[in-house]
């Protein structure tokens, strides 16, 4: 089938503005995970949800991140009044949870994001 | 908190040359290792991971890692580099936490083939 999903591939924002980004998991894929990537850097983990219940959100940087899953298959990450240091590339990545979490991780192509 | 560390930012070999990337890890507890590939404006794909059981692991497109414990180290390596794998190469470290699979990345390392 179809891998993940993400749209938009690019996305340029004015510092201030609000943008959402959008995630398609593989289907029936229970887990579901969100990366930042800054440039030059490895992926950084965000945010975990399993079905529409974020369990881990210790990774997002401030209170301006919100990420949500409210069916349990697509989410959404949005970010409030973007700032410059927002820019990077935003990964999604999704999962079957098998027992003892042992499980690949499939990413998406993700999303670039630039704030000017 | 688990980290990994790739030393090496950038690598250069020719064609047809062996390869070697490093990665050392931190982790107070047995590891679970991956090795992904990153080309440009692609996500991420898996090249190979360690659960358990045989300390080398094979993985696709030739590739193969293998984890030794004495030295923190889970070493990426091909015996002969096609040009279609400069790309950028992450190791990562997985952690169970709460009954999933948390993963930290290196800061990669970009892998440049010359003819």
């Known amino acids: 089938g179809a891998g993940v999903s993400q749209s938009p591939r690019y996305k340029v924002a004015k510092r201030g503005q609000d943008v959402a980004l959008r995630c398609d998991p593989i289907?029936?894929?229970?887990?579901l995970f969100w990366y930042q990537q800054a440039l030059g850097q490895g992926p950084e983990f965000l945010t975990y949800?399993?079905?529409?219940?974020?369990?881990?959100k210790s990774g997002l940087p401030s209170d301006r991140f919100f990420a949500e899953r409210p069916e349990g298959s697509v989410s959404t990450l949005k970010i409030q009044r973007t700032q410059q240091e927002d820019s990077a590339v935003y990964l999604c990545?999704?999962?079957?949870?098998?027992?003892?979490?042992?499980?690949?991780?499939?990413f998406g192509p993700g999303t670039r994001l630039t704030v000017l | 908190a688990q980290s990994v560390t790739q030393p090496d930012i950038h690598i250069t070999v020719s064609e047809g040359a062996s390869l070697e990337l490093r990665c050392n890890y931190s982790?107070?507890?047995?590891?679970?290792l991956f090795w992904y590939v990153q080309s440009p404006g692609q996500g991420l794909q898996l090249l190979l991971k360690?659960?358990?059981?045989?300390?080398l692991v094979q993985g696709i497109k030739g590739f193969e890692a293998e984890f030794k414990r004495s030295q923190s180290s889970f070493n990426l390596r091909k015996p002969s580099v096609h040009w279609s794998d400069a790309a950028e190469y992450f190791c990562?470290?997985?952690?169970?936490?709460?009954?999933?699979?948390?993963?930290?990345f290196g800061t990669g390392t970009k892998l440049q083939v010359i003819p």
């Open positions: 949800f399993q079905n529409e219940a974020q369990l881990d």
């Open positions: 360690y659960f358990s059981g045989d300390t």
């Open positions: 982790y107070g507890a047995t590891p679970y």
């Open positions: 990545a999704s999962s079957l949870l098998l027992a003892g979490g042992l499980n690949e991780q499939f």
């Open positions: 990562a470290v997985g952690a169970r936490s709460g009954g999933y699979q948390k993963v930290t």
């Open positions: 289907s029936g894929h229970v887990s």
